[in-house]
Structures are given as C-alpha cells and as structure tokens.
C-alpha cells in the first residue's frame, strides 16, 4: 500500500464531507429525509481519519528538527490555505455586505478563528483538529525515544495524560482537543496497527467485512437500527463511536471489491480531494440556495422544481469547491511548501532536535 496516496482513504474523506452536507442541507432546506447523526458520523470520520493518518506516517519514522519541520509544513499547508481564505471572505461579507450572512465572523472573533480556535458553524472542528496536530508531535516524539532507547518515560506521561483527559471529556467545550481526544488516539492506534501489517490478507474474508461494514451504515442512516443517542453531545462523548470510526478507516485500508466499488470510484475519490472545500463552503452556499427555496407541494411541477434546485445545489457545491482546491488549496499548498524549504535550509541546522540514529524496530518499508 502507498503511504503516500491510499484511494479507499481518499474516498472515506469525500464521504464524510458529503454526510456533513447531506445532513445540513435535510435540516436547511426541510427535507422530509433522515439525518440519524449523519454529519456526525462524517466528522467523526474525519477525526478518527487525522488520528490514523499522523500514526500511519509519522510513528516510526526519526523525530528531528527536519522531520518535524516538514510535518507541520505539511500540516499547515494542507489546511491554513482554503481555511484562510474563506475565513477572510466570510468576514468582508458579514461585516460588509450581509450581517446575516451564515458565517458570521466580526471584529469581535476574527483573531480568534485566524489562530485556528474559532468555533462558528462548521469552523469548530477545525479548533481540535489543530490542537491535535501540536499534541501528536508528543505522540511521535514519545514513541521515538521508545523505539530507539526502549524509554517509556515518555509515553507514561502521554498515557497518564490522555486518561485523565478522556475521564473529563463531557465537561471540556466541543472546540477542545480533549473533548473529542478518543477519536483522535483510537484513530493512532489503528494507524500504528496498520503501518505493521503487511498487505496479503484473506480477501473474501476482506470483502464481507467491507459490505458488513456498509450495510451497517446504510441500516444506521435509515433508521433500520437506531443508534442510542439523543443529543449531539452524548454521540461525540461516546468510546463506542470513537471505536467505530476508527475501526472503519482502519478495515477499508485493506483492498476489496467493496471497497474499490464504494471508495475508490472517480465520483468519491473526486470528493474526497476536494473534501476540506466541500466542508468549509457548502453551508455558504446552503445559506444562498435558502434563499430561493421553492415551495413545497406535491404536483409534478412543484416535484420537479425541487428536484432541479437540489441537483443545482449539489453540482454548485461540486464546482465551487473543486475550484477553490484547485487555485486556493493546491495554489497556497504549494507557496507554502516553498517558504517552508528556505526555512528548514536556513534555520534547522542551528536547532538539532534528534541524532541519526534510526529507530530500533522500525522496518524499511515502514518509512515514507
């Protein structure tokens, strides 16, 4: 498997951007369709997704000064361009334009959400998101020093840590770390798993447990089984869910028929690359279709005019975000990763952070 670029992964991530947008737009627009926690179970895909990916490619790998570098160069350019920009936008058009428009960012919060601790609409889960990114630098350093000098000093401390912080999740705000933190280290562990397991599994065994796994999903999202959650809140404070998502982007990491038919068709891995784009602009653009939302009925004309209005709001959203990918995020990704080589040539060599020396377990094909 390519560390580098994993289709079924790829998919996973265009999927749980559009249950977010599913979600939002069955309760925007009144869609007479069933939600049953489903922009929850994208964001928590989304989490158990970050948990995994920084283990999958990073947790073996020498912690230097270099290597961190390029970890948070990755990081940031990976987010901070279309985050950035939209952030920006939304705050000349509440400000200048609309005062009720959907992100309502002002003088009074704008600092806020520019150093990635906002919490209006969908930017929230961006806060942890971040602040989980600074802590798996802990997370690396810690397992580093074990693998190279079998010291457990570090990742005693880590667990210690994390227990206390897990015991304490429902009173922390959803915009902290710790609230959401067993989706996050569920999603390391899975991903430290998978980086020692090699490739040749039984794939019919695979393949019944990928249509299990979407069965499932379908079955939870009609209503077939109902999940028990009342609230938002009780959904994101549960280890269970945190398992689930954790365990579903760890399974759909090995190939299978379901799995290439479900996550690594063009239409999905399509979403999933411009996923970030799709979540941070379509409630903007639900906030604009709102606006002109025709009147229900039940006649063929009424019918059909909503069946046109939705299958516009969908391609909008589509087009709209693969254009932001394609000159924001890829654009930015880029300018940032050029700044980032003159700094690490400048500076690091002053800052050491780590000797050569490899780590004591770690296999060659272990290492990107």
Not at 216 to 224: A, C, R
Request: hydrophobic share 50%; aromatic share 16%.
């Amino acid at each position: 498997m390519n560390k580098t670029r994993i289709d079924a992964i790829t998919g996973l991530r265009g999927l749980a951007a559009l249950m977010v947008v599913y979600a939002h737009s069955v309760s925007w627009f009144s869609l007479p369709l069933e939600i049953n926690f489903f922009g929850e179970i994208g964001v928590t895909i989304f989490f158990s997704l970050s948990g995994f990916l920084m283990a999958y490619l990073y947790v073996g790998k020498k912690f230097s000064a270099i290597d961190v570098t390029d970890y948070a160069i990755s990081r940031f350019s990976r987010i901070a361009p279309a985050y950035l920009f939209i952030l920006l936008l939304s705050y000349v058009i509440y400000t200048n334009i609309d005062p009720n428009f959907v992100y309502d960012i002002s003088n009074g919060n704008i600092l806020r959400h520019i150093l990635f601790s906002g919490n209006v609409s969908v930017f929230w889960s961006i806060t942890p998101e971040v602040e989980f990114y600074f802590l798996f630098i802990l997370i690396w350093a810690a397992a580093s020093r074990y693998l190279m000098r079998f010291d457990i000093v570090g990742i005693m401390f880590l667990l210690l840590g994390s227990v206390f912080l897990l015991s304490y999740r429902d009173v922390f705000p959803g915009t902290f770390v710790g609230a959401k933190l067993h989706y996050f280290l569920f999603g390391v562990i899975a991903g430290v798993i998978r980086s020692r397991i090699k490739e040749e599994q039984n794939s019919k065994a695979i393949t019944v447990l990928h249509l299990a796994l979407v069965s499932l999903i379908v079955l939870m999202e009609s209503g077939l089984i109902s999940l028990p959650f009342t609230t938002n809140k009780e959904f994101y404070s549960s280890l269970l869910t945190a398992i689930f998502g954790a365990f579903l982007v760890f399974s759909f990491t090995f190939p299978s028929v379901i799995g290439k038919l479900f996550f690594e068709n063009k239409f999905i891995v399509f979403c999933g690359e411009c996923s970030f784009s799709i979540y941070l602009l379509h409630m903007p653009i639900i906030y604009l279709y709102q606006k002109f939302l025709p009147e229900r009925g039940t006649d063929l004309v009424s019918i059909s005019l909503q069946i046109v209005f939705l299958t516009s709001f969908v391609l909008t959203v589509l087009l709209v975000s693969w254009l932001n990918f394609q000159f924001i995020e890829k654009t930015g990704a880029h300018l940032i990763r050029s700044l980032g080589k003159r700094f690490k040539k400048k500076l690091i060599p002053i800052f050491p952070m780590a000797s050569n020396a490899q780590p004591l377990s770690v296999k060659s094909d272990n290492r990107r």
